[in-house]
């Protein structure tokens, strides 16, 4: 059974970093292929990036590409997204997934969730 717990958000000045973890205290979490999605006030959760079980796949939204890194430590059962040059539209609640069924940047093709880790970036 995967629980995913994330870790790691906060505020942050535009221009800066920020790296989000989340572990999988249920240890299903080495079979399985992970993503992060993020969900501003007011708007649907979107698709931020996802990467393959073995982790030599990864994948990104189009608004995060270059700035953004997703990778796995599966020793660890954790999952990390590196988040650089951050922006204010960045600013959202980040939730890790695991288990997608079919489109991985469909939230809905997802079958588990973390609770989600809130990031602010003042501009």
């Known amino acids: 059974q995967v629980q995913l717990v994330e870790s790691g958000g906060g505020l942050v000045q535009a221009g800066g970093s920020l790296r989000l973890s989340c572990e999988d205290s249920g240890r299903a979490f080495s079979h399985l292929p992970m993503g992060w999605f993020r969900q501003a006030s007011g708007r649907e959760r979107e698709f931020v990036a996802a990467?393959?079980?073995?982790?030599?796949?990864?994948f990104y939204a189009d608004s995060v590409k270059g700035r953004f890194t997703i990778s796995r430590d599966t020793a660890k059962n954790t999952l990390y997204l590196q988040m650089n040059s951050l922006k204010p539209e960045d600013t959202a609640v980040y939730y890790c997934a695991a288990d997608p069924e079919g489109d991985y940047t469909k939230d809905t093709d997802w079958d588990s969730w973390g609770q989600g880790t809130q990031v602010t970036v003042s501009s």
């Open positions: 990467i393959s079980w073995t982790g030599s796949s990864t």
